[in-house]
Every structure is written in C-alpha cells, then in structure tokens.
C-alpha cells in the first residue's frame, strides 16, 4: 500500500479500486486484503481479508486484464473452526438495524440474521451448516 501511495495511486484503507479491480491508475489493479472498494450490495466501503474474496477477486482481475470485465457481485463469506465450534458467516452483517436468533444457544448450534429493514443482510452461523448455505443461495 505504501508503494501504492508513493506511485500516488488513491489509497483509502487500502489501495482503492473500482468495480473491475482497477486503481486510480486504470492499468494497476489490487485484489484481496490490499484492496479497499464500494460494496455493490451495502454501498459501505469494504477491504475484506478472506481467500474466497481474494480468489473472487483474482478472477475478475483477469478478466479485466482480457477485457471482459464485469462489475464485481461476489457475496462474501468466510468460515474457521475453533475447537468443536464451526463460525460461518456469509454477507455483511454492519449496518443492520435487527437481528434473528435462530437455534439453540445452550447447544452451540445457532444463527443471527442480519436485517436492514426486511432486507437480509448477513447471516453468522454456529454448527449450522445448512443456515450458512441457505444464506449463500439467498444473498447471491
């Protein structure tokens, strides 16, 4: 990002890029953790660390580098296991103004879902697989 900076391409909690990937300097393109761009779904400035939006990203970059780009639409979504606990979360959760618990607490098999108004936002998900893909299909 430094030499970004230095090159005096736009940086903005990360090196800003359009909805192809492209910089300020329209031939410099940024995926992954070093980008930072408007989210088509959110309208919130983003830079998300995960490697499924790096891939996303990745792939988009080629194809703009071949000139078909498209704008870029990925939903994100990220998961970890710690200990017998498996998080999944897919969408963007900030900026919702409710929230529903689905599950059983007591269990550590649970989900939130996130809302805007009635437009779902997110969805965070323990040991319940299934919600975290229902949410993938519904966001995307």
């Given at each position: 990002?430094?030499?970004a900076e230095?090159?005096?391409i736009?940086?903005?909690?990360?090196?800003?890029?359009?909805q192809q990937?492209?910089s300020?300097?329209?031939?410099?393109?940024?995926?992954?953790?070093?980008?930072s761009?408007?989210?088509?779904f959110?309208?919130?400035?983003?830079?998300?660390?995960s490697?499924?939006n790096?891939?996303d990203?990745?792939?988009?970059?080629a194809?703009t580098?071949?000139g078909?780009?498209d704008a870029?639409?990925?939903v994100p979504?990220?998961?970890?296991d710690?200990?017998?606990m498996k998080?999944?979360?897919?969408g963007l959760?900030s900026?919702?103004?409710s929230?529903v618990?689905?599950?059983?607490?007591?269990?550590n098999?649970?989900?939130i879902?996130?809302?805007?108004g009635?437009?779902l936002?997110?969805?965070?998900?323990v040991?319940?697989p299934?919600?975290h893909?229902?949410g993938?299909?519904m966001?995307?």
């Amino acid at each position: 990002v430094e030499l970004a900076e230095t090159a005096g391409i736009t940086v903005a909690n990360g090196i800003r890029v359009d909805q192809q990937m492209r910089s300020s300097a329209p031939d410099i393109l940024a995926i992954g953790d070093a980008a930072s761009y408007r989210h088509w779904f959110t309208g919130a400035d983003v830079r998300l660390e995960s490697v499924q939006n790096a891939t996303d990203q990745a792939r988009l970059a080629a194809r703009t580098i071949l000139g078909h780009a498209d704008a870029y639409s990925a939903v994100p979504w990220f998961w970890s296991d710690i200990g017998d606990m498996k998080l999944q979360m897919v969408g963007l959760t900030s900026g919702g103004d409710s929230h529903v618990v689905a599950g059983d607490l007591t269990e550590n098999k649970f989900s939130i879902y996130h809302y805007a108004g009635s437009r779902l936002l997110g969805i965070e998900s323990v040991n319940r697989p299934g919600d975290h893909m229902l949410g993938r299909k519904m966001l995307g």
